[in-house]
């Protein structure tokens, strides 16, 4: 079990930048974990943007290689997702999620089992 909740949303003018952050609480400190980020771009579908698995190797989405960073704290007990040059495009609700390492959640970057409540970001013209 791993409780994940997200902070560090708000408004921001095209160009700026925010870092969202993610605290990690895991029932057990022996499971490994992808951890990632993902936007709910419509109702019923979430994108995922950014994954870092359990050996450290990342990997980001086309739409924001480049602009975000994704990143942990050596004992993983926080993510985060530094944004920047954002866009109007960029604005959605983002979560953080996690999977068991060898999840196909972890490659596809999709349906992770763990999800965090949300933080809105919202980037105004």
């Known amino acids: 079990q791993v409780n994940l909740a997200e902070s560090g949303g708000g408004s921001v003018q095209a160009g700026g930048s925010l870092r969202l952050s993610c605290s990690v609480s895991?029932?057990?400190?022996?499971?490994?974990?992808?951890m990632a980020w993902s936007r709910q771009v419509s109702e019923n579908k979430r994108e995922g943007l950014a994954l870092?698995?359990?050996?450290?190797?990342?990997t980001y989405s086309d739409s924001v290689k480049g602009r975000f960073t994704i990143s942990q704290d050596n004992d993983k007990n926080n993510l985060y997702l530094q944004m920047n040059t954002l866009e109007p495009e960029d604005t959605a609700v983002y979560y953080c999620?996690?999977?068991?390492?060898?999840?196909?959640?972890?490659?596809?970057?999709?349906?992770?089992?763990?999800w965090g409540q949300g933080t809105q970001v919202t980037v105004f013209s």
């Open positions: 999620a996690a999977d068991l390492w060898y999840s196909p959640a972890c490659r596809s970057m999709r349906d992770f089992a763990y």
């Open positions: 895991r029932e057990t400190k022996y499971n490994k974990y992808c």
């Open positions: 870092i698995d359990n050996d450290g190797q990342i």
